[in-house]
């Protein structure tokens, strides 16, 4: 990879975000991390350059498709969904750059996807 990879992580939980920044330790990747879909829209708002999301469907302020659609609405960044609550595939197969994984997930798979995101 040529340049840092830049991924806003939009998890509310603390171990879930540390195990990211275990993940993506690399000097290949910056993580930007947020507890809610609001802290995400401010970033998304504020002029920073965000090359992928990783974000778990179920935040404290807002859940499930309403996210990605309101994420949408801002970018057209690929998007990572890793959840520990089952939500149907089909949902999210029509949104273009839209990968989902359910906790606990493969990280060799995650990364692949994350890498395979990052040439698009």
């Given at each position: 990879m040529s340049k840092s990879l830049t991924i806003l992580v939009i998890e509310p939980s603390q171990t879930e975000q540390f195990l990211y920044s275990e993940?993506?330790?690399s000097s290949d990747f910056q993580l930007l991390n947020c507890d809610t879909g609001s802290e995400a829209f401010s970033i998304l708002s504020g002029g920073n350059s965000i090359d992928m999301i990783i974000t778990d469907l179920?935040?404290?302020d807002i859940i499930g498709l309403s996210l990605i659609e309101k994420l949408r609405q801002h970018t057209n960044i690929p998007i990572v969904i890793v959840s520990s609550i089952p939500f149907?595939?089909?949902e999210i197969k029509?949104?273009?750059n839209v990968e989902a994984f359910y906790k606990p997930y493969n990280m060799a798979q995650l990364m692949k996807t994350v890498l395979r995101f990052s040439k698009v």
């Open positions: 993940i993506f330790s179920y935040l404290t149907k595939i089909h029509h949104i273009e």
